[in-house]
C-alpha cells in the first residue's frame, strides 16, 4: 500500500542526507518526497510517499524516529487528509493546436503559464489522479519534458501537526 | 571565561570526567594533542586509528565509560570506520573527535579532507559537523549525552579548523534538551502488568538475555529474577558476562553454536522473556520456526527493535534495568521444578565435550579452559572473530560482570587485540586475556608496538590451527572441504614477532605445555603473546546450519 507521511525535521544541513540514507539503506522506495520549511523557525517539513507494508511502514517510522534531526512522523494515510501536487508539462504546440490544447486546459482547471512560438507550459495542480489524467490527454500532443513537485498533504479540520 | 577551541574541547573532556584519549594523531588535532600532552588526562597514541577506536571500545565495555577517540578528519576517519562500525553494531558508547585541516565544509577537496559524516552515517548513531566555535561546548555536551544515553553508540565530532582555533567564551552546559532525542526509560505500566500476568502462568518460562543487560547494569536484578522465581537464563554472545555461566540457572549461550539445551528450551518454552536482545539470526536459526510455543514478553530500549525481526506478543520499550525490577516486586511462575529438570535431561543427553588426548595435539577448548582455571575465573577476556571466539564463549566461565568484550554484530577480526589494551588500560587491576586466531590477530598486530610502549601486560593466547577456521569449517561443512583462500602456512612466528616488538613470546606445542606457558605468561610483568599450536582441523560444534531451525542441531562431523 502507498502511505503517505508527514516528517518535521530540523532544518540544518545534512538532514536531507540523513533521511534519504535511511530509505536507501533499509531498501525502502521512496516515491514522492517534498520539502519545504513551516512557520516554525528552523523547522522544515517532508512529505514523503512510500509504497510498503503495514510492518516496514512500522519499521520506517521507528527508524526515521532514531534520528535525531527528526521531531515528528505523522501518518497521514490514517486521517482524513487533502493532498496536492504541482506539475510543469512542456507541450510541443503551434498555432494547429494551440487552442484544443488550451481546451484541455480550462477543463482541468490548469493554467497556461509559458506561451513560445512551439511550446506552452501548463501549469497544473491536484490530486494524483488528476495529473495523471491530464499528462494522459497531453500526450497525444508532444510533450517535451515533465517537472512535478512530489506530493504535499495536510490534515483536514483545525488538528495541526507540531 | 575566554578560550580556544582546543581550551574548550579539554575542559569539555575534564566536564565529562573523561580520563583517556585513544589517538592516532595527525596534522589535526595534532596541536589539540599536544595541548593535552599537558593535561592531567591520559593520551594514549595507537600505531594506526582502527587500533585506537577497538582500544576504546574495549575501554568503554570493560569499564561502562564512553571511550573517546581523536584522529584527523579525512584519511584518518577513513581508517577509523571499522572501529566506529563495530561499536555501533553491539551499541558501544564512544564520542570520536576528528579535526579537520582547513575549512568547515568540502568545498576546496583541501588535503586530508573529506566529507566523514557521510562516510559514517550509517555506523553512527549520530555526527555533528561543528563549524563555529560558538557550537563547540554545546555539540560535545551533545555528543556525550548521545553516545550514552538510551541505546548507547558512538557519536562522531567533526571539528572545523576556525572551531579548534578561534577564541570564544566558554560555559559548558549542564543539562541538555535535544528536541527530536527522548529515549524511554520508563516503561508503560500496562505492558509490564501484562508481562507479569503472562509470567505468573507460565509452567516453561525462559530468560533470553542480550547485552542490553550489561549496558543498563541490569546483571544484579537479572540474577534476583531468576533466583526469585527459578526461571532459567539462556544469555546472546553480547549477554554473556551478565549472568554467571556456573549458576544452576544458567543454560550458557543459544543460538548457531549455542548449548543443545538451551536451544531446546527455547523451542520448548510457553514464556520467553527478552532482555534487551534483538533476535538476531545467529540466535533464532529459521525465524519462521523460533520459539513457536512461548508467548514472548520483549524488553528494550529501542523501539525500532521491537517487531524488527520477530512479532513479539508483549513489547515493552524501556530500560531493561527498571523493567526487570518491576517485574521482581510482581508474581511469577510457581512451580518450575519439572521444567528444570526437564532442561537438565537435554543438559546429560548431549553435555558440551572435546576429547584432549594427553599424548595428542592441544585442543584449543582445552586452553581457553585452562586459562580459566589459571586465572580462577578472574580475567577479562577479549576476543578476535572466529572458532576461538564460540569456543570461549561455549567454553570459559564468564561468571564475572563486564568480562567479556568480543565484536558480535559486525564480527569485527582484528578487534580483539587493540580491545585488550583498551581494557588494560581502564582496569589496570585485572588480568587481561586476548584469545586470537592466527589469522584475526595478524589484523592489527602492529599494536604490539602500543603495548610495548606503554608496558601494557596484556597476554595474548593465539590459537594458532594455521587456518582460518571457521571459514575452514564452513567449507568444511557446506562446501564439501572444498578449502580456498582459508590456509595460513605463511603466518609468521609469533614468538619471533612478539619479541621483536620486544614483548615476551612463548610457545605451546602438547598439551602438557600448555599449563606451564600460562603460569609463565601470568608471572610475567609485561605483554606476552603465547602461541598455541592447536589440533588444525577441530570444528566448533554444536552447529545450528543457516537457515536451519535452532532445534535442527549439527552434534558432530562425521
Known sequence: MRYVLAVLVEDKPGVLVRVAGLFARRGYNIESLAVGKTVEPMVSRMTIEVEADEKILEQIIKQLYKLVNVLKVSNLTEEPSVDRELVLIKVSADVSNRAEIQQIVETFRAKIVDVALNSIVVEVTGNQEKLEAIIMLLSQYTILEVVRTGKIAILRGSKAIK | ?558
Not at chain 2, 571539528?159 to 534538551?177: C, E, H, M, S, V
Not at chain 2, 540457572?249 to 543459544?254: E, I, P, R, S, V
Open chain 2, 1 to 558: 571565561m575566554k578560550m580556544s577551541g582546543i581550551q574548550m574541547v579539554v575542559e569539555s573532556l575534564r566536564n565529562e570526567l573523561v580520563d583517556t584519549i585513544f589517538c592516532s594523531p595527525g596534522g589535526t588535532p595534532g596541536d589539540m594533542v599536544s595541548y593535552l600532552s599537558e593535561s592531567d588526562i591520559r593520551l594514549v597514541m595507537y600505531c594506526h586509528e582502527q587500533g585506537a577506536s577497538h582500544a576504546a571500545d574495549g575501554y568503554a565495555r570493560s569499564t561502562g565509560k564512553p571511550g573517546v577517540v581523536f584522529c584527523t578528519s579525512g584519511l584518518g576517519l577513513t581508517s577509523l570506520v571499522t572501529g566506529i562500525a563495530t561499536a555501533y553494531a553491539d551499541s558501544v558508547p564512544m564520542v570520536v573527535f576528528a579535526g579537520r585541516g582547513m575549512s568547515a565544509s568540502s568545498v576546496y577537496d583541501a588535503e586530508v579532507d573529506m566529507d566523514i559524516s557521510s562516510i559514517t552515517l550509517p555506523s553512527t548513531k549520530h555526527s555533528i559537523v561543528v563549524r563555529s566555535i560558538l557550537d563547540l561546548p554545546r555539540s560535545i555536551r551533545e555528543a556525550f549525552h548521545l553516545a550514552t544515553t538510551g541505546r548507547s553508540g558512538p557519536v562522531v565530532l567533526d571539528l572545523a579548523f576556525n572551531a579548534q582555533t578561534d577564541t570564544g567564551i566558554y560555559r559548558y552546559p549542564k543539562n541538555i534538551d535535544i528536541r527530536g532525542y527522548n529515549p524511554v526509560y520508563n516503561s508503560h505500566q500496562g505492558q509490564v502488568s501484562k508481562a507479569a500476568k503472562v509470567l505468573a502462568k507460565a509452567k516453561k518460562p525462559l530468560i533470553y538475555a542480550g547485552g542490553g543487560i550489561i549496558y543498563s547494569g541490569a546483571h544484579e536484578e537479572l540474577r534476583q529474577l531468576a533466583e526469585k522465581f527459578n526461571i532459567p537464563v539462556t544469555t546472546t554472545l553480547m549477554g554473556l558476562s551478565g549472568f554467571p555461566t556456573e549458576h544452576p540457572l544458567a543454560l550458557g549461550m543459544l543460538g548457531m553454536h549455542g548449548t543443545y539445551w538451551a536451544n531446546m528450551a527455547v523451542n520448548e518454552a510457553d514464556v520467553i522473556i527478552a532482555a534487551g536482545a534483538r533476535f538476531d539470526d545467529r540466535v533464532t536459526g529459521r525465524k519462521s520456526d523460533f520459539a513457536t510455543k512461548a508467548t514472548i514478553i520483549h524488553i528494550d530500549i529501542d523501539p525500532a527493535e521491537i517487531g524488527k525481526n520477530i512479532c513479539v506478543d508483549i513489547p515493552i520499550v524501556g530500560d531493561v534495568k527498571q523493567v526487570l525490577l518491576q517485574l521482581l516486586q510482581k508474581t511469577g511462575p510457581q512451580d518450575t521444578q519439572s521444567w528444570l529438570s526437564q532442561i537438565n535431561a537435554w543438559r546429560s543427553s548431549a553435555p558440551m565435550r572435546y576429547f584432549q588426548d594427553p599424548e595428542g595435539q592441544i585442543c584449543p577448548q582445552f586452553v581457553i579452559e585452562q586459562i580459566y582455571e589459571q586465572t580462577k575465573g578472574t580475567a577479562l577476556i577479549t576476543t578476535e572473530v572466529g572458532q576461538h571466539q564460540m569456543w570461549t564463549a561455549q567454553f570459559y566461565k564468564f561468571n564475572k560482570y563486564r568480562s567479556f568484550m568480543s565484536s558480535g554484530g559486525l564480527g569485527t577480526m582484528g578487534y580483539g587485540f587493540p580491545a585488550s589494551l583498551g581494557v588494560q588500560l581502564g582496569c589496570p587491576d585485572d588480568v587481561v586475556f586476548c584469545i586470537a586466531g592466527d589469522g584475526s590477530f595478524q589484523m592489527n598486530i602492529r599494536e604490539l608496538a602500543t603495548a610495548v610502549r606503554y608496558n601494557l601486560p596484556v597476554k595474548v593466547a593465539v590459537i594458532n590451527n594455521q587456518h582460518l577456521g571457521l571459514v575452514r569449517q564452513w567449507q568444511e561443512m557446506f562446501f564439501q572441504s572444498r578449502y580456498s583462500s582459508v590456509v595460513l602456512q605463511s603466518a609468521p612466528d609469533f614468538v619471533k614477532l612478539a619479541e621483536a616488538y620486544g614483548a615476551l613470546g612463548l610457545r605451546a606445542e602438547t598439551p602438557s605445555e600448555v599449563i606451564p606457558v600460562l603460569q609463565k605468561a601470568l608471572s610475567a610483568p609485561g605483554p606476552v603473546v603465547i602461541d598455541f599450536r592447536v589440533k588444525a582441523e577441530e570444528n566448533v560444534l554444536p552447529m545450528v546450519p543457516p537457515n536451519c531451525s535452532i532445534s535442527e542441531m549439527v552434534m558432530t562431523v562425521e
